[in-house]
């Protein structure tokens, strides 16, 4: 994809030290703040939404205190050998319209809002919030590029049936996306999932659809070399990306909401992350990121180089 023509250079980077002055609310890694798609290739989008959490709530200030310990975040990229920010015109698009009072109607909010971007010729990279807006997100990249590949880095699979009667939540994303037709028949790959589920008939939807699972114990014992071997398939096809926090050990990001001991380290993350750069990438996600239970704001500083790290694969 060839970058559109910069309407503005990218702010320069701030001294080490020294921590930038902001005129407003902190954006994106001090990227500028700029709304229209057109002149962007990626845009930083926020989803400030926590309506589908079933245990502790707090995404919705994800994508605010992400932007604030994005702060430090710099240009260039020693181990990709890559510079995002003169490869791309890359901004801060800021956050979509969204209901907190509803889960339906945020859908909608968020594949109308999505689906403007992505006409306009740029890529979302979205910041939640919970995993629930996977689906609209999916929802307005199909209109675009029809089925896609997808990778999901999580310790859950999100292919439950609902909650207290309600068909949607942060566990159900996967489960209606492969059956409303947005990912390819067998083209998704899950790595991180871990911990107790219900029975064992709750791994039925994956065998079912053809879910490739890596777990967390089986990525402690082969590493990255084992996602690259499901990921060879997937080169050649366009992908889209989703990273749930909570496959972070809570060690490393207590910041969650569903918080599974047995997870990665913060430097398994990044090294699995950066495996992924061969992808024909179309959009990708970070969620659940819930500053009311982080420590230090350790998770938030995680997430926020993380975002860093997914700007590069592009």
């Given at each position: 994809?060839?970058?559109?023509?910069?309407?503005?250079?990218?702010?320069?980077?701030?001294?080490?030290?020294?921590?930038?002055?902001?005129?407003?609310?902190?954006?994106?890694?001090?990227?500028?703040?700029?709304?229209?798609?057109?002149?962007?290739?990626?845009?930083?989008?926020?989803?400030?939404?926590?309506?589908?959490?079933?245990?502790?709530?707090?995404?919705?200030?994800?994508?605010?205190?992400?932007?604030?310990?994005?702060?430090?975040?710099?240009?260039?990229?020693?181990?990709?050998?890559?510079?995002?920010?003169?490869?791309?015109?890359?901004?801060?698009?800021?956050?979509?319209?969204?209901?907190?009072?509803?889960?339906?109607?945020?859908?909608?909010?968020?594949?109308?809002?999505?689906?403007?971007?992505?006409?306009?010729?740029?890529?979302?990279?979205?910041?939640?919030?919970?995993?629930?807006?996977?689906?609209?997100?999916?929802?307005?990249?199909?209109?675009?590029?029809?089925?896609?590949?997808?990778?999901?880095?999580?310790?859950?699979?999100?292919?439950?049936?609902?909650?207290?009667?309600?068909?949607?939540?942060?566990?159900?994303?996967?489960?209606?996306?492969?059956?409303?037709?947005?990912?390819?028949?067998?083209?998704?790959?899950?790595?991180?999932?871990?911990?107790?589920?219900?029975?064992?008939?709750?791994?039925?939807?994956?065998?079912?659809?053809?879910?490739?699972?890596?777990?967390?114990?089986?990525?402690?014992?082969?590493?990255?070399?084992?996602?690259?071997?499901?990921?060879?398939?997937?080169?050649s096809r366009p992908v889209y990306l989703t990273l749930d926090i909570d496959v972070v050990d809570p060690a490393f990001a207590p910041g969650t909401g569903t918080p599974q001991v047995g997870g990665l380290s913060s430097a398994q993350i990044l090294d699995?992350?950066?495996?992924?750069?061969?992808?024909?990438?179309?959009?990708?996600?970070?969620?659940?990121?819930?500053?009311?239970?982080?420590?230090?704001?350790?998770?938030?500083?995680?997430?926020?180089?993380?975002?860093?790290?997914?700007?590069?694969?592009?």
């Amino acid at each position: 994809m060839k970058a559109k023509k910069r309407a503005t250079p990218h702010p320069k980077p701030v001294d080490a030290l020294v921590y930038p002055r902001f005129s407003g609310i902190p954006t994106f890694m001090r990227l500028p703040h700029i709304p229209r798609a057109e002149e962007l290739d990626i845009a930083l989008i926020g989803v400030p939404f926590d309506g589908g959490t079933t245990y502790r709530p707090g995404p919705r200030f994800g994508p605010r205190n992400i932007r604030v310990q994005s702060a430090m975040i710099r240009p260039w990229n020693p181990v990709l050998k890559v510079n995002p920010f003169e490869k791309w015109r890359i901004g801060d698009f800021g956050d979509l319209s969204i209901n907190p009072l509803s889960i339906e109607d945020t859908y909608q909010r968020i594949t109308e809002q999505l689906d403007a971007v992505l006409r306009a010729g740029a890529r979302p990279v979205c910041v939640g919030g919970d995993h629930s807006i996977l689906l609209p997100i999916l929802r307005a990249v199909h209109k675009h590029h029809g089925p896609v590949a997808f990778v999901q880095l999580d310790a859950h699979g999100d292919t439950w049936g609902g909650y207290f009667g309600s068909p949607h939540s942060h566990g159900t994303p996967v489960k209606y996306a492969i059956e409303e037709g947005l990912i390819q028949k067998g083209s998704a790959l899950q790595v991180g999932l871990r911990g107790q589920v219900y029975g064992e008939e709750d791994f039925d939807f994956a065998r079912k659809h053809r879910i490739q699972i890596i777990t967390s114990e089986e990525f402690h014992r082969g590493g990255v070399d084992l996602v690259k071997r499901h990921l060879a398939r997937l080169r050649s096809r366009p992908v889209y990306l989703t990273l749930d926090i909570d496959v972070v050990d809570p060690a490393f990001a207590p910041g969650t909401g569903t918080p599974q001991v047995g997870g990665l380290s913060s430097a398994q993350i990044l090294d699995l992350v950066r495996s992924l750069k061969d992808l024909k990438l179309v959009g990708c996600d970070l969620v659940e990121v819930s500053p009311p239970y982080d420590n230090g704001e350790i998770t938030s500083l995680l997430a926020a180089n993380l975002l860093y790290e997914l700007l590069c694969l592009f």
